[in-house]
Structure formats: C-alpha cells, structure tokens
C-alpha cells in the first residue's frame, strides 16, 4: 500500500511540476518482477507519468513477449530482443525466465492501457477509456482522472470521465463525498454502476449516504427498465425468427402433405454440417474470402437437405402415405440413421462453425441493450426465406400443384397432374428449407449429431398452433412462442417457462383444434 501511495504521489508530483518521465529499467522489472500486488503499484504509478514506452511495455506484457534476465527486463518478440526502456534492439543474456500474469494482473494491464489511451487523439477511444475506467474503480487512478478531466475538451468523454472519478470516490473515506458521488452516478444508468451502487450500500454505515444510495439506485434501476424490456422482445423475435426458420420446411413436409416428419430435425443437421464442411474449404483453399463462406454454404445447404429429403421421399415415404403411425415410426428410424452416419464421419463432439467479420459484434443501443449482428442477420433471412416460400407456394406453377394435390389429390391426378413427382419436389423442398435452417442455426452455437432434437418438438408446435397447412399462422405462432417464452423467462427461468408455454398450446388447441388460422372451405369437420 506504502508503495501504490508512493507511485501515485510521484506520478502527480510529475504533471504539477511538467517535468517529463521517460520509463526506467528499474520500472520495467518493477512491473514484470515480484508479488501481484507490488507489480500492479509499480505499474499504477509509471502508467499516471502517461509515458509512450510505459504503453509499450504494457503491451508486451498484455502479449506475454516479457522475460527477465540479469536483473532487467526485456522485450522478446519474434525471436528477437528489444530494450524496454530505449526500444533498441538488443541481445537477451541466457537464462531468461518467463514472466507470468494471472487473471488478476491481467486485468489491471488492460485496465492501465485503457487509462494511456485517456490522452489520446481520438476521441472514441478517450470515450471507450473512460468507461473501462468506471468498470473498475480505483482510489489510485484519481490523479489521472483529474489530469484528464483538465485537458479533455469533448463533452461526451469529459461527462463519462466525471461519472470515472464518482465511481472512484464512492469509496472515499468522507461521507460528504461518498454522498456527492452517489448523487452524480445516478445519470449512470449502466448495469455497472448498479452493481457498484449495490455493493455500496451493502457496506454503508452512515444513514444519509444510504438514503442517497437507495435514491440513486431507484433511479438507475428505472433507466435500465426499458433497456431489459427492449432486450428480452429482441431475444424473443430472434427466438421466433429461429422456430421459424426450423417450422417452415415443416409447414410443407407436415402441414401441406400430412407427412409426420421426425427426420425433419436431422435434416437441419445435414444442412448445418453442410456449412461446416463449406467452412473448412474456404479456411484451407480461398482464406483471403472467407468472409463470403456463409453466402456460399446457403446453396450447399439446401441442396444436400433437399437431395436426402428427395431420396427419403421416394425410397421410404411414398409407400407409406395415409399411414401416420407407420410414417412417423419410420423417419423417426432414419433420425437415428442419419445422426449416428454423421457421428461417424464427423465425430461425436460438437463442431464449431465461425461467424464471418461482418456477422461479428452488435449494434449497442442502450447502456444494456445491444442486438448482435449475427441474430441481426438471422432475423433478416428468415423474413427473405418466408417471402420466397410464399411466393413459390401462391404464384408458381409447382405451387399451384402442391396446393392442389393437397386439397384433392384424385381430382388432381385426373386433370393431369403427376401427384407422384409434385409429392418429391414438395418434400425436397420443405427439407431444402430445413437445410437453411440448420445453416442460420449454425451461426448462433455448435453444430452437433444432436442439433436437430432441440428444435424438433417446438417446430412441431408452432406449425400445429398456427394450423396446418398455414403459412401465416406459422409465422404469429412462431414470434409469439418465441416472446412469450423469453418475457416467462424473465420471470420464472427456462425450465417452468417451457412448461408454461406447453401448457398454453395444450389449452389453446383443446379450445381451438384448428389452430390460429383454420383451412377455408365449403365443408367443415
């Protein structure tokens, strides 16, 4: 503690006096040599001089290219040694040793070169400095803060600098000030400054700090309402646009023809595998386009799911027609097929299929709500894939066959259509559309033999809530399973949230058998 006082006081000793630091050696080996606690003081108190070699040595120690040797230290990259303090290359004596960083000072370097870049030229990353610093709050980083606020000239950086150095002393040992910065932190609504908030109070002894506490939490509490809110409706549209997404193909396979399709799961399997194996091409023959792998893997996808959902069609299904108990027995047979096939030539663990540059990150909104591109996106496809889907149903002439095999299927075979072919290109579709499917999923967690069976039930539901053979009762039924869930569990967790939802369905088909949208026609059952 002595020795963090000392840094601190040398380091503001510096910037009233003007007098300009250049990084020592004996610095440098303070920072890579000794207990966790003298390293984080030595480092605090040469990161507050704001010297461009300090920030080089704290990256080399963030990159783990830091060794001691002779009793100094040395920057090692490539191979090749570098003097800390002068940045020459130079020669490393033998008997180097290695300079380890645990988790804890790990993050007091990234937190210190976050506390460099305070003096920056570019404002979003004095912005982005600033709240890292108020993440983690530190008596000895008030000095800084104080040097910063004085020189900062940009609004934006200059609040969110003052909300820093609140933070900082809501610890202070003055009540008045204690009291003070609880009162600024609450034009903080972030999730941090509720936990700080929190911890706070849980300490306070002086009853009118407490009050101030309490007031201020209230308020950050009413601010991040609407973030959380805003939150769970996205997570429950990008739920929907997912049961969507896997309901469609079965809209088609199920709804349209009545075939009771337990394989459907596999097939987003296969689709998502398909990826994978696009994936893994474009790593190993085209790297510098790898960004464009997904649009590349979309065709791949539905054309392996639509070529086994062909074969399954005319080598099982068609003999099978009329007889549900038999259909579902026999796809449920070819699932386990299929999965232990994929087990085989893939292996039995989960593999990991990367989101491209531009599926990476999210757009931040909110201090606690931030939406990721990658569900972004997926919410963006399966709009694009229901409008295709609805379009080759109601205005092409494969679609004016399949709906009118599906009303009549002898009146259709009379007027001369080919009720055989029209039921393959049907079942190739809805699992070409299962393909797509399994290549969205495969964005937003690992694919595995068993991707299909988590899905398989919910698509099921979504297509009988919103009637078989609907398409727009697929999409309310979809979205509104994909809400409801996400707002329950908020409220109660996942596991009595899904037993809530599936006690719903079980309510509203007793009282509605049809579901939401009912088949028009002249005669009802």
Known sequence: MLRRLLACCMGLACWMGGVAHALTAAEALAMAQGDTDERIAAMQGAVAQADARTADFLKALADDA??????????????????????????VPEGVEEVVNNNRMRGEIDTALAALQLFGPDARA???????????????????????????????????????????????????????????????????????????????????VRVQLQRALAMVNDRLAWGERLGALFSGISLGSILLLVALGLAITYGLMGVINMAHGELMMIGAYATYVVQGL????????????????????????????????????????????????????????????????FGAQNVGVEN?????????????????????????????????????????????????????????????????????????????????AGCALSQVGN????????????????????????????????????????????????????????VFIIVFIQKRPQGIFAVKGRTAD
Request: aromatic share 6%; hydrophobic share 55%.
């Open 66 to 91: 830091v060794v001691v040797a002779d009793g100094k230290a040395w920057v090692v990259r490539d191979g090749k040694g570098q003097d800390p303090v002068t940045g020459a290359e130079a020669t």
């Open 126 to 208: 004095r912005l982005q400095a600033a709240r890292a610093l108020s993440k983690e709050p530190d008596a000895a980083r008030l000095p800084l803060l104080e040097k910063a606020l004085l020189t900062e000239t940009d609004s934006a950086v200059k609040a969110q600098l003052a909300l820093a150095k609140a933070a900082v002393q809501l610890g202070s040992e003055a009540a008045a000030e204690r009291r003070a910065a609880a009162a600024q932190l609450a034009d903080s609504a972030t999730p941090e400054t509720r936990l700080l908030l929190n911890e706070r109070l849980a300490t306070e002894d002086d009853a009118a």
């Open 282 to 345: 474009f790593q190993k023959y085209l790297p510098g386009a790898f960004d464009w792998y997904l649009v590349a893997a979309l065709p791949l996808a539905f054309g392996a799911s639509a070529l086994v959902g062909a074969v399954l069609e005319r080598g099982v299904l068609r003999f099978l027609y009329g007889r549900p108990l038999e259909t579902l027995l026999a796809t449920w047979g070819i699932s386990l097929v299929l999965m232990q096939l994929v087990r085989t030539l």
């Open 356 to 436: 491209p540059a531009w599926m990476s990150g999210g757009l931040q909104l909110l201090p606690n709500l931030t939406l990721p591109y990658n569900r972004l996106v997926i919410i963006a496809f399966a709009i694009a894939v229901l409008l295709a889907m609805g379009w080759l149903i109601g205005r092409t002439r494969l679609g004016l066959f399949v709906r009118g095999v599906t009303q009549n299927r002898p009146i259709a075979s009379c007027m001369g259509v080919n009720t055989a072919r029209v039921d393959t290109m049907a079942f190739a579709l809805g699992s070409g559309i299962a393909g797509l």
């Open 447 to 502: 694919v595995g033999p068993d991707l299909g069976q988590s899905y398989i039930v919910d698509a099921f539901m979504v297509v009988v809530l919103g009637g078989v053979g609907q398409l727009a009762g697929t999409v309310y039924a979809a979205l509104g399973l994909g809400v409801l869930a996400k707002f329950l569990e908020g409220w109660t967790g996942a596991v009595l949230a899904k037993i809530a939802v599936l």
